[in-house]
């Protein structure tokens, strides 16, 4: 089926350490997100990138890096952990078509940072 | 900058019960508004959408008409379900490079039967 898929779903890290977290997306999309959700804060951007090769700032990058190693792909990396960055994760991808083309999410990642 | 704002949940309603989120929204410009639903352990759906002032975006009995006049874009249904128990995110998309979508906090809704 096509769509985002995001690995792992779930994870549970020491603080300190680092992780990558993986998106794909297979509906030939130019541009990918990602997001953090926190209890009654809705999702906020951390990083995207509008097409293959760029990458920008969202409203929280802090604590975060990101590639898009392809058209299909974009990661996201935790270099140190801290347990501020326990949260749920998405993945979106989004086609052409201006602002009014709706995005498609993943599933998700929970991680928690210990 | 932009930003959206919600009605705080949950919202507790019985079977058949008519439903109203509220939303307004800053912006500049012209944005797209989205409504975005999360059944629990999912991810984020497009539940509907509108792209002018006047649209009214519709989809599985759930409706919202983009109101420019008073910056609003209030979700309704005419008779909820236990099955729309989910979270009701209300979203924006204006001018901004990468046509980044700008969330409401989201708004629980329980339906009981």
């Known amino acids: 089926n096509a769509g985002v898929t995001q690995t792992p779903k779930f994870q549970v890290l020491k603080t300190g350490q680092s992780m990558t977290l993986q998106c794909a997306q297979d509906?030939?999309?130019?541009?990918m997100y990602w997001y953090r959700q926190d209890p009654g804060m809705g999702l906020r951007l951390i990083y995207y990138?509008?097409?293959?090769?760029?990458?920008d700032k969202g409203e929280v990058p802090n604590g975060y890096n990101v590639s898009r190693l392809n058209k299909r792909e974009f990661s996201l990396r935790l270099e140190s952990a801290a347990p501020s960055q326990t949260s749920v994760y998405f993945c979106?991808?989004?086609?052409?078509?201006?602002?009014?083309?709706?995005?498609?999410f993943g599933s998700g990642t929970r991680l928690t940072v210990v | 900058g932009d930003s959206v704002t919600q009605m705080e949940g949950p919202v507790t309603l019985s079977e058949e019960a008519f439903l109203t989120i509220n939303c307004t929204y800053t912006?500049?410009?012209?944005?797209?508004l989205f409504w975005y639903v999360q059944y629990p352990g999912e991810g984020l759906q497009l539940l509907l959408k509108?792209?002018?002032?006047?649209d009214k975006g519709s989809n599985k009995g759930f409706e919202a008409t983009y109101r420019k006049e008073t910056t609003s874009f209030h979700l309704e249904k005419g008779s909820v379900q236990v099955s729309d128990s989910a979270v009701y995110f209300c979203?924006?998309?204006?001018?901004?490079?990468?046509?980044?979508?700008?969330f409401g906090g989201g708004t629980r809704l329980m339906v009981k039967p």
């Open positions: 509108a792209t002018k002032a006047d």
């Open positions: 509906m030939n999309h130019n541009s």
């Open positions: 979203a924006l998309s204006g001018s901004n490079a990468g046509n980044m979508l700008t």
């Open positions: 912006a500049t410009g012209y944005p797209s």
């Open positions: 979106a991808s989004r086609g052409t078509g201006g602002a009014g083309y709706g995005y498609t």
């Open positions: 990138s509008a097409s293959e090769g760029t990458t």
